[in-house]
């Protein structure tokens, strides 16, 4: 009995022995360095902002007036084209054939105001030496006026065939840029059916929609910003128009901006931030804008958060809805109140739950 109990206590000494050790080998990780910084509220904006899309200024979704089977497409997507190049051709045999018959009937009427025109000639050469009568002069007039006329719808009628063939060979109206082909060859093309969409690579313009609270501040040539979102390139411009109304278009208004000519990689398409400059004397409705700088966000997929401090100096990732860029600053919509801290640079990688020291 006695040798039992010893055994126990020295099996007992040695666990609490190794529980000591382990105790002792948990070493708590080090608080991260890290800095804050208060959100940045702007209550008085010196501008107005709206989203928009670069556009080219001549644009043009060529169709035809004619049915027919489309024979050859004679460019390709991408490709630069000159004002009046051929784009489409369409099958034109009905069209060769009826100029045919408008020909044989232009020689036909040709053939009959010749002679008409000789009799009357004649005739008035009789009516002058009074061997003729004037019943038979007005006769000869008549019959040379129709002879004419008839000469005279003939050649219209060419003009509308050959009017006609236009349709069937669709050019380019400017120089530009083929954007879009939407048929193929041997595709039957019908009436104002899009066929290729041309942009001119000359100029290119914002198309942006401001709000009605807004739109006041807005003038023709005034001078604005242009962010391009996919490369957060500046860009400048004026504005060129601004629409008057808001009816088919929700309480937006409808602003275009001509883009000064740039040496940065620019297409159609892409999709920007304008910010108005606000002039002293126009009311501009007050927003708060919460702002803050794009290196703070953290993304994880989908969504984006940044790391705020929490009780007992512990980051908290906090997920956020956002809005605008602005630069290198991006607005909070919500997930920030008023002048709270968040982190804004740390020595160290951050976690949800991970010790910070504020320096």
Known sequence: MKKLIAILSISAVFLTSCGGDKKESIK???AIAVKVSGISANNNSPFVTASGKIEAENAANLSTRMMGYVTKIHVKVGQKVGAGQLLVSINNTDLQAKKAQVDA???????GYNNAKKDYDRFVNLFKQQSASQKELDDMTARYEMAKA??????????????????????APFSG???NTFVKEGDMANPGMPLVSVEGATRLQVTAMVSENNIAAIKKEMAVKVLVKSSNKNLTGKVSEVSASATNTGG??????????????VLSGMFVNVQFPVANKVQVAKTEMVLVPETALVKQGQLTG????GTGNVAILRWLRT????????????GLSANEQYII?????????????VQ
């Open 28 to 30: 708590q990780e080090p």
């Open 345 to 357: 640079s740390a020595e160290g990688k951050l976690y949800n739950g991970a010790t910070v020291s």
């Open 323 to 334: 809005g605008k860029n602005f630069g290198n600053q991006v607005e909070v919509l919500s």
């Open 252 to 265: 937006q208004y409808l602003v275009k901006i001509n883009l000064n000519k740039t040496d940065a990689s």
């Open 177 to 179: 840029t083929v954007t």
């Open 105 to 111: 009937s232009i020689l036909q009427a040709t053939a």
């Open 306 to 309: 940044i790391y705020t401090i």
């Open 150 to 171: 008839g000469l005279e719808g003939a050649k219209q009628m060419r003009n509308e065939v050959l009017a006609q063939f236009s349709y069937s060979n669709i050019t």
